[in-house]
Each structure stands twice: as structure tokens, then as C-alpha cells.
């Protein structure tokens, strides 16, 4: 790919990502004010975005850190919660063919919305994942220092009604991309399972499991429904004609 | 800037990193036709499973939440516009609380 096609790709990307960085706002903030409840200074606050960039970690260590919970379990915690992000690279690296080099620059910057993106596109390429990924990253770090600056002036009551934002922004990711009766299923049996497992384990671990039987749910069902589909009757071969 | 902090912020850092970075190291082995073909439900699964979880929180404000997503889906499924979904959601939810 030369250089201008690379660049019209990772503005594709950009563009795809900006309806869905509206959901980082809520985010970023909710963050920044618990991160100051919390006690961390505004430069603290800060490289934890930076260095770690993923939502759900940042906002239960800084849940974890006012309890005055023990390092270690704040680390155990955070592998748990982003143990599902396993299946993100293991998916898109079916999908995309990368160098060892891009590899370790996309999965620094890779996110829920930025993996969905890219995969519901046909064609999708690397030029395309980075560019979501880094209008994601500078959305969340900007919104972030936002925060540090001007969160204490936000009213309580509009923080509770920005919170609806995350729900909102996954239904009209998932809502486009659903198209077979067996992702029906697979999002169906996920949702369930999500249900039952989250009030008996860490947030991470259920995500991991709903996806992993929803899946298999949807995997099975395609499996089951080419299995029972009858074969088509074979073309009738036209009989040559010779030439007189 | 605290030390134990930075040391913590560093972990953590280092953790995400490496699970993100893992799943990429396993496609290199695990690329098999069943695998290919159960991935392919990994975003739509782990967005719903996550959908799940965002309903009920805070406690007592999962109706206008619940009616909200459902708001937004029907909008979006109609439009296929992720704005106007966005937009959809959000009003019926601020009218939801108010009412």
C-alpha cells in the first residue's frame, strides 16, 4: 500500500471511530473524578491513561485504590477484567496478515470499539485499525486531561445521565452487524450467560465466558443448520451439441 | 509523583499490554478453519456480554435504561445512522429519569 492509500485508509478509520469517542466523554470523566477521590495527582491521572488506555482497568483500580486494596490484587484484577481482549487480538490476527513490528504498535492502542470497527468492515486493513485506534487514544487522553482540568465543575446530575452513553454506543455497534440467525443466537446466549455469571465473578472473567459459549452457540448453530440443509440436486449436464 | 503509585500504574500498564499483545502471538498458531469460523462471533458476543452488564447499573435505573437501549436499537436498525441511535437513546433516557 504506497503512502496516499495509507492515508486515506487511516482517515477512514478516524471517521468510523467518531460517533463511537462521543462514549469515551462520560467515560474519561467519570475517571478523572474518581481518580481524584482516589488521591492521585492530576499527572498520575494522566499516565494512567496514557500507559494504560483501557477504561474498565483504569476505573476499577481507581474503585480498588480508595479501598486501600493491596497492589498485587489490583493487578490480579485488572488481568481478569482484560482477559477478553485476548479474543480481539486472536481475531483480528486471523484476519489481517501483520509484521511482528505492527503487531506491537496495534495492540498497545487496541480497544473494544476500534477491534469492532475494524472487523465489520469488508476489506479492513492496518492502515484502517490504526487510525481508529489513535482517534480513540487522543479522544480518551484529550477527554482525560479535560477532566483533570474542569471536572469538578460538572453538575452531579448531568454526570449520572452521560453514564447511559457506554449501553448506547455498544447497541449501535452490534445492532448493523447482526445479520444471521446464528449470530442471533450467539448474542443471545452470551447476553445470558453474561447475566448469570456476573454476579459471581469479576467483570473480565464473565465477559471471557459469555463470549467464549456464545461463540461456540453460534458456531454450533451454523454447524447444525449445514448439517441438516439437504444437498442441492446436481446440474443435469447439457449434452454437447456437435458441430455439423 | 508517588513511587508505589508509578510502580502500580507501570503493572498495570504492563498487564493490559501483554494480554492485547497475546491474543495476536496465539493467532500465529491457532489458525484453524473451526477457529476462523468461531471468531467471527468474538465481537458481536463480547458487546452483547458487555450490554448485559451496563443495564442494571446503577441499582434501581435499569427500566429507562433498558427502554433507552432499546430506543437507540430500533433507531439505529431503521437509520442504520449510529448518530441518530445515539441521539435516540439519550433523549428517551434524559425523558425516562424526568418522568
Given at each position: 500500500?504506497n503512502a496516499?492509500a495509507?492515508r486515506?485508509?487511516f482517515?477512514?478509520g478516524?471517521?468510523?471511530m467518531?460517533?463511537?469517542?462521543?462514549?469515551?466523554i462520560p467515560?474519561?470523566l467519570?475517571?478523572?473524578?474518581?481518580?481524584?477521590e482516589?488521591?492521585l495527582s492530576?499527572g498520575?491521572?494522566?499516565?494512567?491513561?496514557?500507559?494504560i488506555?483501557a477504561?474498565?482497568?483504569?476505573?476499577?483500580a481507581?474503585?480498588?485504590?480508595?479501598?486501600?486494596t493491596p497492589?498485587?490484587l489490583?493487578?490480579?484484577?485488572?488481568?481478569?477484567?482484560?482477559?477478553?481482549?485476548l479474543?480481539?487480538?486472536?481475531?483480528?490476527?486471523?484476519?489481517?496478515?501483520l509484521?511482528?513490528r505492527?503487531r506491537?504498535?496495534v495492540?498497545f492502542f487496541?480497544?473494544?470499539?476500534?477491534?469492532?470497527?475494524?472487523?465489520a468492515?469488508?476489506?479492513t486493513?492496518l492502515?484502517f485499525?490504526?487510525g481508529?485506534?489513535l482517534?480513540?487514544?487522543?479522544?480518551?487522553n484529550l477527554?482525560?486531561?479535560l477532566?483533570?482540568?474542569?471536572g469538578?465543575?460538572i453538575?452531579?446530575?448531568f454526570?449520572?445521565?452521560?453514564g447511559?452513553?457506554y449501553?448506547?454506543?455498544l447497541?449501535?455497534?452490534?445492532v448493523?452487524?447482526?445479520?444471521?440467525?446464528?449470530?442471533l443466537?450467539a448474542v443471545v446466549?452470551?447476553?445470558?450467560i453474561?447475566?448469570?455469571v456476573t454476579p459471581?465473578?469479576?467483570?473480565?472473567?464473565?465477559?471471557?465466558?459469555?463470549s467464549?459459549?456464545?461463540?461456540?452457540?453460534g458456531?454450533?448453530?451454523s454447524?447444525?443448520?449445514g448439517?441438516?440443509?439437504?444437498?442441492?440436486?446436481?446440474?443435469q449436464?447439457?449434452p454437447?451439441?456437435e458441430?455439423? | 509523583?508517588?513511587?508505589?503509585?508509578?510502580?502500580?500504574?507501570l503493572?498495570?500498564?504492563?498487564?493490559?499490554?501483554?494480554?492485547?499483545?497475546a491474543?495476536f502471538a496465539l493467532?500465529?498458531?491457532a489458525?484453524?478453519?473451526r477457529v476462523l469460523?468461531y471468531s467471527r462471533?468474538?465481537?458481536?458476543?463480547v458487546?452483547?456480554?458487555?450490554?448485559?452488564?451496563?443495564?442494571?447499573?446503577?441499582?434501581?435505573?435499569?427500566?429507562?435504561?433498558?427502554?433507552?437501549?432499546?430506543c437507540?436499537?430500533?433507531?439505529?436498525h431503521?437509520t442504520?445512522?449510529?448518530?441518530?441511535g445515539?441521539i435516540?437513546g439519550?433523549v428517551?433516557?434524559?425523558?425516562?429519569r424526568?418522568w
Amino acid at each position: 500500500m504506497n503512502a496516499r492509500a495509507f492515508r486515506a485508509e487511516f482517515l477512514q478509520g478516524c471517521r468510523a471511530m467518531l460517533p463511537i469517542c462521543v462514549a469515551a466523554i462520560p467515560a474519561a470523566l467519570a475517571f478523572t473524578i474518581g481518580a481524584r477521590e482516589a488521591g492521585l495527582s492530576g499527572g498520575e491521572t494522566m499516565l494512567m491513561s496514557l500507559a494504560i488506555f483501557a477504561a474498565g482497568v483504569q476505573l476499577s483500580a481507581i474503585g480498588l485504590l480508595q479501598a486501600d486494596t493491596p497492589g498485587l490484587l489490583i493487578v490480579l484484577t485488572a488481568a481478569l477484567l482484560a482477559s477478553y481482549s485476548l479474543l480481539f487480538g486472536l481475531s483480528l490476527g486471523a484476519k489481517l496478515s501483520l509484521s511482528w513490528r505492527a503487531r506491537a504498535v496495534v495492540a498497545f492502542f487496541l480497544t473494544d470499539a476500534a477491534y469492532v470497527i475494524t472487523v465489520a468492515r469488508q476489506g479492513t486493513t492496518l492502515a484502517f485499525l490504526l487510525g481508529a485506534e489513535l482517534a480513540m487514544y487522543a479522544t480518551w487522553n484529550l477527554c482525560t486531561l479535560l477532566g483533570v482540568a474542569f471536572g469538578s465543575r460538572i453538575p452531579v446530575s448531568f454526570q449520572a445521565e452521560l453514564g447511559i452513553v457506554y449501553p448506547l454506543m455498544l447497541v449501535v455497534i452490534i445492532v448493523p452487524i447482526l445479520r444471521t440467525r446464528a449470530e442471533l443466537v450467539a448474542v443471545v446466549v452470551a447476553g445470558g450467560i453474561a447475566l448469570a455469571v456476573t454476579p459471581i465473578a469479576p467483570a473480565g472473567v464473565a465477559v471471557l465466558a459469555a463470549s467464549l459459549v456464545g461463540s461456540a452457540a453460534g458456531g454450533g448453530w451454523s454447524a447444525l443448520l449445514g448439517a441438516l440443509r439437504l444437498p442441492r440436486p446436481h446440474a443435469q449436464p447439457q449434452p454437447r451439441r456437435e458441430p455439423s | 509523583m508517588n513511587g508505589g503509585t508509578l510502580g502500580l500504574i507501570l503493572a498495570l500498564a504492563l498487564v493490559v499490554y501483554g494480554l492485547r499483545y497475546a491474543g495476536f502471538a496465539l493467532a500465529l498458531v491457532a489458525r484453524s478453519p473451526r477457529v476462523l469460523d468461531y471468531s467471527r462471533f468474538v465481537p458481536l458476543t463480547v458487546f452483547a456480554a458487555l450490554l448485559t452488564r451496563a443495564i442494571p447499573s446503577p441499582p434501581g435505573e435499569w427500566l429507562p435504561r433498558a427502554l433507552a437501549i432499546g430506543c437507540a436499537g430500533i433507531a439505529v436498525h431503521r437509520t442504520k445512522q449510529a448518530w441518530f441511535g445515539l441521539i435516540a437513546g439519550f433523549v428517551a433516557y434524559a425523558l425516562l429519569r424526568r418522568w
